[in-house]
């Protein structure tokens, strides 16, 4: 079934590096533009940066503008989030959501990984 | 401005009508979605381009927009309906998204 999966969470030091991955399958991963989307625990969903269908574009929130970069490869279906510079403020669920371009909305979720940042 | 805003908290009476609105000056040049969050699961869209709602998602859900306020409703909100809830949209350049603080609904 349509499917995202999400892999690399962990605990890392403060200033450390970390890189998230999300599998997508069964849809036309090529096709859609990808986000990743955080939440802190006991905390609301922040959105956290946009790639476009083809990779041409992308955007992030100001609080990880810098540090973070979100890339594709369309080939392996994979959405990547490399998170540089890591703070404790970053610690939360990461959840990478396909944007439908029809609904202009995300209509697809995967569960999460869980990185944690802390000394 | 990027915000938007909801109420922290809600509580409807098991069967009675509840609104939870969103507030935010990009509404008013941008369609929310909404999403049903319960605990340790992912967001689920009930409802998009501010009044459609997804196959699958009970009828008794529906979204409307006037201004700068977006709202969701539950016409006889039921037990499986208490959960947090998060509206979305874009910021005024359109390319950055933002979401709600979200509004988490007892169904007492």
């Known amino acids: 079934q349509v499917q995202l999966v999400e892999s690399g969470g962990g605990v890392v030091q403060p200033g450390r590096s970390l890189r998230l991955s999300c599998a997508a399958s069964e849809f036309t991963f090529s096709s859609y533009d990808m986000h990743w989307v955080r939440q802190a625990p006991g905390k609301g969903l922040e959105w956290v940066a946009v790639?476009?269908?083809?990779?041409?574009?992308?955007y992030y929130a100001d609080s990880v503008k810098g540090r973070f970069t979100i890339s594709r490869d369309n080939s392996k279906n994979t959405l990547y989030l490399q998170m540089n510079s890591l703070r404790a403020e970053d610690t939360a669920v990461y959840s990478c959501?396909?944007?439908?371009?029809?609904?202009?909305?995300?209509?697809?979720w995967g569960q999460g990984t869980m990185v944690t940042v802390s000394s | 401005s990027s915000e938007l805003t909801q109420d922290p908290a809600v509580s409807v009476a098991l069967g009675q009508t509840v609104r939870i609105t969103c507030q935010g000056d990009s509404l008013r040049g941008y369609y929310a979605s909404w999403y049903q969050q319960k605990p340790g699961q992912a967001p689920v869209l009930v409802i998009y381009d501010k009044t459609n709602r997804p196959s699958g998602i009970p009828d008794r859900f529906s979204g409307s927009s006037s201004g700068n306020t977006a709202s969701l409703t539950i016409t006889g909100a039921q037990a499986e309906d208490e959960a947090d809830y998060y509206c979305n949209s874009r910021d005024s350049s359109g390319n950055h998204l933002v979401f709600g603080g979200g509004t988490k609904l007892t169904v007492l």
């Open positions: 959501a396909r944007r439908s371009g029809r609904l202009d909305a995300f209509d697809i």
């Open positions: 790639i476009w269908s083809d990779g041409s574009n992308k």
